[in-house]
């Protein structure tokens, strides 16, 4: 394909660079959860200076002028200069960041610059997820097909970005074989009225399910379109609804946090009269502090050779759940092991069944954290008492 990136030498104008500072400023967007709350990315955006402050004015003037190439760079430059100051567990995230085809398949960024400039921070592919938009695909399938199995081999996570909103959506989802997929926010806008919108999500939140993609709403702005994405299955969101764009990665508000609890209790409330709720499956298990240390739960697991996990608590609200098995690899303090699943205890049987099962491979037997509608937590349900109780509910009407 060809390159709108090179241009004839000269020096690079202050609103790309200022000497080793650049000329465009980070901002950081939280990609959320919706049934736990929990933060499992934020999206890296950037601004420019004065006109150029609008990003579609940005790299459109960028790539009129041919320093497409320039901008990516102080754009990365800019957004790793600030994660790498931020505190250990908040660089995990990961952090996605947009990158254009023409950037992609430029051999500059495969020559291992880019690799270098991360190491200079303190960090690596595993940090970062690269979107690649739909709305500007590559339209070779072998070379986009070889360039992003490039970058998913040295460590990359790779997005389908803008997904709806071009024309070869399908090839390139093919070709690129993402890890996440992210709706278009033409999709979002207004679904709640719009039926034919709403058959299409919800075809895609099935294939992405069958497919273990984790499918992102883009540009969620009103609480009837996240109402009717969560009726839809859609389970992961961003958008101004749930927090908008702020210097440093931020948590969405506890206003937001608060609605979304209320939101998700009303959708998983038991919907048959004779269904029953988790609360009564509930076991309370062995909890240690958040400052507790390894060998504090090796005491534990030593003390109860019949418990299979514990539940970690800052307080009274859950963050972490260590079994036997991944012990080793916990690091106390940390946001590793986050539950798999948190619920309150009013969740509908038969509907936790669907949530359950419908968590990564790795992760589909774990227990189910259960807490209060405040948050607090419970105890836990394991995937076996689930399922009794599940197949003894799908039983009963053959019983009368």
Known sequence: MTHPLVRQPGLIPLWLWNGTEPGVTSAFQPIVDLRTGEVIGYEVLSRGQGSLESPHELFTHARVSGYTWELERACWTSALRCISKLPEDQRRAPFFFNVSPDVLSDPRFGDGSTLALLERHGLGPRHLVLEITEKAVIEDGALLQRLTRECAA??????????????????????????????DQALVRDIHLHAYRQHLVKSLVDFSSSVDAILIAEGVETWEEMTVLLRLGIRHAQGYLLARPTPSPMRPAEAFESRRREAMRALLLRERADDTTVGGLVIRRATVDVSATVDTVNDVFRDAPQADHVVVLEGSRPRALVTRRNLASWVPGSATHAPSLIIEDQVAVTALVGLAMARPPDAVYDPVVVTDAQGQFLGTVTMKQLLLRATELAERPAAK
């Open 154 to 183: 040295q460590g990359f996570g790779l997005a389908l970005d803008d997904f709806g909103a071009g024309h070869s959506g399908l090839v390139t989802l093919v070709h690129c074989v993402p890890r996440f997929i992210k709706l």
